[in-house]
């Protein structure tokens, strides 16, 4: 069954037009964030999307293409076995879809009723039925839309109406050996169905030389429309490093050229280092409602970038971490969830819709053993952004789904506490760093400042989290009113959370008052307290004793050591043998928490 849905939010004017630079638990288990399943039946993955739009023609279900990357369609041709896997919302296993079609790019119906399927070994897009499928459903009712005989699709786009395809050219064989293929690259192109004609025949748009207006790529381009129906279409070679993007207005009966085919090595970001975009394939490029600005997943410096759609100019960062490699947009609300593939930092990135905001941030954790990542391309937000969906592979335990529930509620946070009173030579903090999916990882680092009164700022060494996300902070400042602050930030210095506590040091205090008597045959005892601030020092401190003859120019003598007791008391006796004037030193020396106190008691003896 379908997991119950919010309301959908009404979409945000204007969305994104301020950018600010800045465990696994078993198969269908719960938990506080959502579900962790399992998908055996995931042999590789291409592109996912969430069938959770609302209204009657909606069905709930998950579709996880088993494809290739561009290139790889070039090179070896398509997947000889590539289906469509589906799950419900929760991500429970519910049937398989054309296997053996070699399923690449998905897309869906603005309202749900229909998956479209680029099927690269039938050279067509399939038109599926969302209504058809059932448990046992393997071939769903559809509607197989041709592209020219031997092409391979390889990704969809539904906009303004048309469902636009990319493909690769037909092969051609060498030396006429059936076995010895050859996809040619630099050919490759975009083209459309127009979806309000009852039988539509493919169409390549060309200029007056018979040029292809939509570019031509080393190999078919990942394709990203805007879900708010603007007539905005991307388009993103992930082949190449930079990658090439081009952008167009599709709303019209033409197909208009806004940014045409270009490299993103342009462009500086808010650190003044180049900006050199990779990877661009499909599930890692959003367009954002209302059409002003793409999202693009970068490869230098790590990171996400916005650009403008009417010239690819470069508006805004991101912070994400090393390898990004997944873009997902609620389309309801602008609500951004970005990957990444860092080990020892966050796997995914939660932004608020005007992109100024990291609401969340999500980690898979990791062990001596296995690494569990994030696939590319592998993220999808419902379109209220209530519920966020995260494919991860690993070598043990496969593809695994993650759904996490309302991931713009913000989880993500770094806790402080320090003991009521803190003294001056020791002060000791406890930290704890909390991610929306459960402890930060281990060995993950945070840095601490300490700032005094007057606004001097001392960095102190950097930490590693221990298991379960937790840290100490210890330091020895003279006393004083300070502000601790810890930060926890990817590898690549995107700020994840930081917290802040003040800490009045005040002077350490330690202090030693004694007495001493005398007895008959010249025992003297001597007793005393050992306070810390005031408060009586632990049974078992160390009080060193010494003893000298007064008026006397001979060293003291030193005498056997001596231990509190409860409440801090201590008791010195001694039988020096003759009879003199007597001063007894009693001291504690110090230690890491505390300061030095002495005293002095003078006694007189006689035989």
């Known amino acids: 069954m379908p997991r119950n849905r919010k309301p959908l939010a009404i979409a945000v004017a204007g969305l994104l037009a301020g950018i600010v630079w800045p465990f696994a638990l078993p198969s269908g288990a719960a938990n506080a964030a959502g579900a962790t399943v399992a998908l055996p039946q995931l042999a590789s993955f291409h592109e996912m999307v969430v069938d959770d739009v609302g209204g009657n023609a909606s069905h709930g279900y998950i579709f996880l293409s088993q494809g290739l990357s561009s290139g790889a369609l070039g090179t070896g041709g398509p997947s000889q076995t590539a289906g469509i896997v589906v799950t419900d919302l929760s991500g429970?296993?519910?049937?398989?879809?054309?296997?053996?079609?070699?399923?690449?790019?998905?897309?869906?119906?603005?309202?749900?009723?229909?998956?479209?399927?680029?099927?690269?070994?039938?050279?067509?897009?399939?038109?599926?039925?969302?209504?058809?499928?059932?448990?046992?459903?393997?071939v769903p009712s559809q509607t197989l839309y041709s592209l020219p005989s031997q092409t391979v699709p390889y990704d969809v786009a539904v906009q303004s109406g048309k469902l636009f395809a990319s493909f690769n050219p037909a092969p051609y064989l060498l030396d006429q050996n059936p076995n010895d293929v050859y996809y040619p690259v630099g050919q490759s192109t975009v083209g459309y169905f127009d979806l309000s004609q009852a039988n539509p025949a493919f169409q390549v748009p060309t200029d007056a030389s018979g040029n292809a207006v939509m570019g031509e790529w080393y190999s078919a381009p990942g394709l990203a429309a805007d879900p708010s129906g603007t007539g905005e279409l991307i388009a993103s070679d992930e082949s190449g490093t930079p990658t090439q993007v081009a952008s167009f207005d599709v709303a019209g009966n033409t197909v208009t050229v806004r940014a045409p085919q270009q490299r993103l090595a342009a462009g500086t970001d808010n650190s003044g280092d180049p900006v050199n975009c990779a990877w661009a394939g499909p599930g890692r490029v959003v367009v954002v409602p209302g059409g002003s600005q793409v999202i693009i997943g970068c490869g230098s410096p790590y990171a996400h970038f916005g650009y403008s759609t009417a010239d690819l100019s470069l508006l805004g960062r991101y912070g994400t971490?090393?390898?990004?490699?997944?873009?997902?947009?609620?389309?309801?609300?602008?609500?951004?969830?970005?990957?990444?593939?860092?080990?020892?930092?966050?796997?995914?990135?939660?932004?608020?819709p005007t992109g100024s905001t990291l609401l969340n941030a999500y980690d898979f954790g990791e062990s001596s053993t296995d690494s569990v990542t994030l696939v590319p391309g592998g993220l999808a937000l419902s379109p209220d952004g209530s519920?966020?969906?995260?494919?991860?592979?690993?070598?043990?335990?496969?593809?695994?789904?993650?759904?996490?529930?309302?991931?713009?509620?913000?989880?993500?946070?770094?806790?402080?506490?320090?003991?009521?009173?803190?003294?001056?030579?020791?002060?000791?903090?406890?930290?704890?760093?909390?991610?929306?999916?459960?402890?930060?990882?281990?060995w993950a680092t945070v840095t601490v400042n300490r700032t005094d009164a007057a606004g001097k700022t001392v960095s102190l060494p950097s930490l590693h989290l221990a298991q379960g996300g937790t840290f100490t902070v210890t330091d020895d400042p003279a006393a004083g009113r300070y502000t601790y602050t810890a930060t926890y930030s990817s590898s690549s210095g995107t700020v994840v959370a930081a917290k802040s506590?003040?800490?009045?040091?005040?002077?350490?205090?330690?202090?030693?008052?004694?007495?001493?008597?005398?007895?008959?045959?010249?025992?003297v005892t001597v007793r005393g307290t050992l306070t810390f601030n005031g408060t009586p020092a632990p049974a078992g401190t160390t009080i060193t004793v010494s003893r000298n003859e007064n008026p006397s120019l001979l060293?003291?003598?030193?005498?056997?050591?001596?231990?509190?007791?409860?409440?801090?008391?201590?008791?010195?006796?001694?039988?020096?043998?003759?009879?003199a004037s007597f001063v007894y030193t009693v001291t504690y020396p110090g230690d890491a928490v505390h300061g030095a106190a002495t005293a002095t008691v003078a006694v007189g003896t006689s035989k």
């Open 555 to 579: 060293p003291a003598t030193p005498l056997p050591s001596v231990t509190t007791g409860w409440g801090g008391a201590f008791t010195v006796a001694d039988k020096p043998g003759f009879a």
């Open 321 to 352: 971490t090393d390898y990004s490699n997944a873009t997902a947009i609620a389309t309801g609300t602008g609500q951004l969830a970005l990957g990444a593939g860092d080990t020892y930092a966050p796997d995914i990135y939660v932004y608020d």
């Open 501 to 523: 506590i003040a800490v009045n040091v005040l002077p350490n205090t330690s202090a030693i008052t004694a007495t001493g008597s005398v007895k008959g045959s010249g025992t």
């Open 387 to 442: 519920t966020l969906y995260a494919l991860t592979a690993s070598q043990a335990d496969g593809y695994v789904l993650h759904i996490f529930d309302d991931p713009g509620q913000s989880a993500t946070s770094v806790t402080l506490t320090a003991p009521a009173a803190v003294y001056a030579g020791y002060v000791t903090i406890n930290g704890l760093v909390t991610l929306a999916s459960g402890p930060a990882a281990y």
């Open 92 to 138: 429970n296993y519910v049937t398989t879809l054309d296997a053996g079609y070699g399923a690449e790019g998905l897309a869906l119906s603005p309202d749900g009723g229909t998956v479209y399927a680029a099927m690269s070994r039938a050279s067509a897009v399939a038109a599926i039925d969302v209504s058809s499928i059932t448990p046992t459903t393997t």
